[in-house]
């Protein structure tokens, strides 16, 4: 069968979690058992794991068949920016978490997703997502990359953890920080008076250790699972993201499916993403709490976010413009 690209509209449908009239072409697997596999960088009690087993349970619940699922945990095959490849590709990997920084190879638009104080907190990061406004994102990156974004977990606030406290924007200044791998993060950490590098997510604990950078910057959940504390034990309140984590799926895998079994998909997907943020928002102080009492972080308050976010919001704002998304970008801010 002459492969077809994916439909105009693919992925407006997947995060309004409908198909419509969106037919995608499928090739039934007569008589042989459907399994499907999907990677995950962290262990059993992460979110983003528990997330992508909400979305095993809800498509099984779905789909009326026999179907089976195999997640492949804790980075057994790579890491994020190598599970949508792999989707990309329509191999190895059917379905994963990935952070939208790591799909800019593809879409340039996806890393405006969760970029630096994009949003104001979680309720308005809440608000953007059911109001679909990320819709024209995710059809580029249907379009592009081949892969749906069937959902949107996530749903942590991202801070800066590092060696030493950091309390205002004079502490920020030269600092040696990790930052994920989109050009944004680097000019809008830049634009603040850091010095950003990127570094492999599971490179950045010895990197600290070793004194290549200083600080990273990351989620509750993130902090918690890769024990950032042990080698960076200040947490320091910036505030500058809210963290959106697309549940994703190859669309060469979603082709091959029966038409019901893809209607589950989408459909479980958007109630993942929903149960993915809101498990991650509601752990978060919990997480902090306990680790901070444990004596093995402590939360440092940081006095300049406001002017940490206006050095920033001229390098957005052009970004926004660079990849002709300043219609979302105003929607997004008066949402």
Wanted: glycine fraction near 8%; include cysteine.
């Amino acid at each position: 069968m002459k492969r077809r690209s994916v439909l105009a509209g693919l992925g407006a449908a997947a995060a309004a979690g409908t198909f419509g009239n969106l037919a995608i072409p499928s090739i039934l697997r007569a008589q042989t058992p459907i399994t499907l596999n999907g990677a995950v960088q962290f262990n059993d009690d992460h979110a983003f794991t528990r997330s992508l087993l909400k979305f095993e349970e809800l498509v099984k619940k779905y789909y009326a068949k026999p179907i089976s699922f195999t997640l492949h945990k804790n980075s057994s095959l790579g890491l994020e920016k190598q599970y949508f490849e792999y989707m990309s590709q329509g191999k190895a990997v059917d379905y994963g978490i990935v952070s939208p920084a790591h799909m800019s190879t593809f879409a340039k638009a996806a890393p405006f997703i969760d970029a630096p104080f994009v949003f104001k907190g979680i309720a308005h990061m809440n608000k953007v997502v059911t109001q679909n406004i990320l819709a024209p994102i995710a059809d580029e990156v249907a379009a592009k990359a081949d892969v749906v974004l069937v959902g949107y977990a996530g749903g942590g606030v991202r801070n800066i953890f590092a060696n030493k406290p950091l309390k205002t924007l004079a502490d920020l200044k030269g600092l040696k920080v990790r930052v994920q791998g989109a050009p944004i993060w680097s000019k809008t950490f830049a634009a603040v008076g850091m010095s950003p590098t990127v570094i492999a997510y599971n490179e950045v604990y010895n990197a600290i250790q070793n004194g290549v950078i200083a600080a990273g910057e990351n989620e509750a959940a993130g902090v918690e699972a890769m024990k950032f504390y042990e080698v960076a034990p200040h947490l320091n309140l910036t505030e500058h993201a809210v963290s959106i984590r697309p549940i994703c799926f190859a669309v060469k895998t979603l082709k091959t499916l029966p038409k019901d079994l893809q209607d589950a998909i989408m459909k479980a997907g958007k109630e993942a993403g929903d149960f993915g943020r809101q498990l991650e928002s509601s752990e978060e102080v919990t997480k902090l709490d306990a680790l901070e009492k444990a004596g093995k972080l402590k939360r440092v308050p940081f006095a300049d976010r406001d002017a940490m976010k206006k050095l920033a919001d001229p390098v957005m704002a052009t970004y926004a413009r660079e990849i002709g998304a300043e219609g979302i970008f105003e929607k997004i801010n008066v949402a």
